[in-house]
């Protein structure tokens, strides 16, 4: 249910993002697009909660990443890592910045190499950090 809620709300940020960028654009250039550097006016941040398998020991989830090329295919280039923490008992934490265009790669990717091993999670996200030092500088 948490898995289907995550979907929902990176399509409902990946719509959005689709209203407000230039239609034009994208529809004149859609491999340009798909290829573009994630910038202000393209990017989304998305946080990924990879859940580790824990009836497994982990030598064994990790040679089905290996055989399943997760190693190899995530983060797929050009994408940033923000950040990527391993929680413990839970997995691992991954935040990427990537164009709006290039959601489903990602989601695919995890999809195709990452499960089985892990349990994903998807959380849209928005660079939120100069807004609120802002608000808090002017609050003072």
Do not use: C
């Amino acid at each position: 249910m948490s898995q289907a809620k995550g979907l929902w709300m990176a399509m409902a940020v990946l719509a959005g993002v689709l209203t407000f960028s230039s239609g034009v654009a994208a529809q004149s250039a859609p491999a340009a697009a798909e290829n573009a550097p994630p910038t202000a006016d393209n990017a989304v941040m998305l946080t990924v909660f990879l859940k580790h398998d824990q009836s497994r020991p982990l030598s064994e989830l990790n040679a089905q990443l290996q055989r399943q090329g997760y190693y190899k295919a995530f983060p797929p280039d050009g994408v940033e890592v923000v950040s990527w923490y391993v929680m413990m008992g839970i997995g691992q934490v991954v935040t990427l910045r990537l164009p709006a265009s290039r959601l489903r790669e990602v989601n695919r990717i995890l999809e195709n190499t990452a499960w089985g091993s892990y349990r994903t999670e998807f959380y849209p996200t928005y660079d939120y950090k100069a807004i609120g030092i802002a608000a808090h500088e002017k609050a003072q």
